[in-house]
């Protein structure tokens, strides 16, 4: 069985596949097949360092914070099927993003389109709508608040098409192409504007390691081990639903990823949250890697969105996993 | 060791805890019985502090309840709830060692002592065999064993425990019971325990308290709290109680 290779082991080899996929991916696509002549001209070097590169750092920041955001939810909601878009940030990121593609607000401030600068703004109201909700009481429910998140995608969901149904072809294929979801960055600047929100998210998930392995018994047996559940609910959600907005502002709404990946890594390695944390976080972002790869060079010289590669490939393989393990989440 | 004093409590308007006044020593095997709805365990999720009242009617260690913070409290005060499960699968060890939580800093941060402690537990409730098989799977038995060997590595001063053996058949319901009791001997550790099956009650506890409608109706040994009367009374059936001669104690049998 593979839960019985130690933990440090598979830790390696995650590394070892992180270094190899950071230097590999960017290598692969239009114009690399002569490696050395490609290097030597000017317009290779820019094509590798202004393109490729940030692309493939950025996906690993996505596909690192999907991953880690669908462990902390799963835990915290109690829910297998719990994900980093299930308290509807991501619809409302997708409302505010579509919506600036409808009224013509498209234009860049300080290399940020508008399109991101509405999908944050969705982001943070979905947010205070949820928190404001949960806010006041005593206790939380995991399920009041999938309930909400749920309402509240469905809400914004049904805005979405109505702005559609109001919108011209080309606005109308605009928006279907954000929804699919996508990592075209040019340069260094989304990387480096999620880079501090995704480090905080983790080192506080990281730090709350224990606490998320409790409060997945209930908060009835997790306030009796000494969890503060509802801080730790709060702060929970609020950090990640922060890091969530920001991603799926840059990134579009990438499925699969946030509710695959922490349940293929917990198969491997158990569901203890030190390691769990680590272990999906990487392989999120080294899937992401490899899905916008694809999705780079697929159909080349046009690009697929990477949202449908990351359903289309992890779909299928999770449920052979399913059948393989036979055995309950 | 724990004091409450004219407690009252309730969900919204409906009232569930009146004037429930009990004082614990160390090393006390106390049940409580009572008919579905009673308030027993509203009661000791009141004591764990998991249902929070307003004022200072708890007393731990001469303490007011809600002056303790949850960190601390759990490591006066362990709980086992009615039903436990986890979403994920974790192992035996993990499961256990979760009762240091609230003695640990940080996120890698258990001593030698830690480990020495829940293997101490694990040992004491026989579950040492099977440390790296998933919680899950285990048996009624076994999971209630995990649950209390955690509990135990909390190390509390007070255990309480709501209906642990209402899944368990009748080996597992007297190992439990057996265990309690050599942790009340050995460990000098106050146990309250929630159970519907009087007759365990009085077996092995040397105090029960009835309680029915949110008060107390007796409190005592079990010859003065198991009467004919007290018992009609409460559950509304009538009882058979007799001396079970080979263990000198109390037994009922209830008929219709």
Redesign the interface.
């Known amino acids: 069985m593979l839960t019985e290779i130690s933990f440090r082991v598979k830790i390696f080899f995650l590394i070892l596949l992180l270094i190899v996929t950071f230097l590999v991916a960017p290598l692969i696509g239009n114009g690399m097949s002569d490696i050395f002549n490609f290097f030597s001209t000017e317009i290779g070097q820019r094509i590798f360092f202004e393109l490729r590169l940030p692309r493939v750092v950025f996906a690993f920041l996505v596909g690192f914070s999907l991953a880690m955001v669908g462990v902390a939810f799963?835990?915290l909601l109690?829910?297998?099927l719990a994900t980093p878009y299930t308290l509807g940030v991501a619809s409302g990121g997708a409302l505010g993003a579509v919506t600036a593609i409808k009224s013509s607000l498209v234009f860049t401030i300080f290399g940020i389109s508008t399109v991101t600068l509405f999908a944050v703004a969705g982001s943070v109201a979905t947010i205070f709508i949820i928190y404001s909700i949960a806010k006041g009481s005593?206790r939380i429910s995991p399920l009041t608040l999938i309930l909400t998140g749920v309402t509240v995608s469905l809400l914004f969901s049904s805005l979405i098409l109505f702005i559609h149904y109001l919108a011209d072809f080309t606005e109308t294929y605009r928006m279907i192409r954000w929804l699919m979801g996508g990592l075209q960055v040019s340069g260094w600047s989304s990387s480096i504007i999620t880079f501090p929100f995704v480090l905080l998210s983790f080192l506080y998930l990281?730090?709350q390691?224990?606490?998320l392995?409790?409060i997945?018994?209930?908060?009835?047996?997790a306030?009796?081990?000494?969890?503060?559940v509802l801080r730790l609910q709060k702060r929970v959600f609020f950090i990640c639903s922060v890091l969530v907005g920001i991603i799926v502002a840059f990134a579009g709404p990438i499925g699969f990823i946030g509710l695959i990946i922490p349940h293929l890594i917990?198969l491997l390695i158990?569901?203890?949250h030190?390691k769990l944390l680590i272990a999906a976080s990487i392989f999120g972002g080294v899937f992401l890697i490899w899905c916008d790869t694809l999705a780079r060079t697929v159909i080349t010289p046009a690009e697929l969105p990477v949202g449908i590669i990351t359903a289309i490939l992890g779909g299928p393989f999770f449920i052979w996993l399913l059948i393989k393990q036979k055995r309950?989440? | 060791m724990l004091e409450i004093k004219n407690l009252n409590f309730s969900y919204g308007k409906n009232h569930v805890l009146d004037n429930i006044n009990i004082s614990a020593t160390s090393g006390e095997f106390i049940a409580i019985i009572g008919p579905n709805g009673a308030g027993k365990s509203t009661l000791i999720k009141i004591v764990d502090g998991i249902l929070h009242t307003r004022s200072h009617m708890v007393m731990l260690e001469e303490r007011p309840l809600d002056k303790i913070s949850r960190r601390d409290l759990a490591r006066i005060v362990a709980y086992l709830p009615q039903e436990s499960s986890f979403t994920f699968n974790y192992t035996v060890r993990e499961v256990v060692l979760m009762g240091r939580f609230p003695y640990i800093n940080g996120v890698w941060a258990y001593t030698k002592e830690d480990f020495q402690i829940i293997r101490e537990m694990m040992v004491l409730m026989e579950i040492d065999g099977f440390v790296e098989r998933s919680f899950n799977e285990l048996s009624g038995g076994e999971k209630q064993r995990v649950l209390i060997a955690s509990a135990l590595a909390q190390q509390p001063k007070i255990i309480l425990l709501d209906e642990p053996t209402s899944a368990l058949d009748i080996h597992h319901q007297i190992a439990i019971y057996q265990i309690l009791k050599k942790l009340q001997k050995e460990q000098n550790l106050t146990i309250i325990v929630v159970t519907h099956d009087i007759n365990l009650a009085a077996q092995f506890c040397e105090r029960i308290i009835l309680m029915g409608d949110g008060k107390i109706i007796s409190d005592g040994r079990p010859e003065e709290v198991l009467q004919f009367q007290l018992l009609q009374d409460t559950f509304g059936v009538k009882v058979y109680i007799d001396i079970n001669p080979l263990t000198k104690s109390l037994y009922i049998l209830p008929y219709g």
Request: proline share 0%; aromatic share 6%.
């Open positions: 799963q835990s109690q829910n297998e005593a990281f730090h390691a224990f606490a392995n409790i997945n018994s209930g908060e009835e047996l306030l009796s081990k000494g969890v503060d917990r158990g569901a203890d030190r309950s989440l």
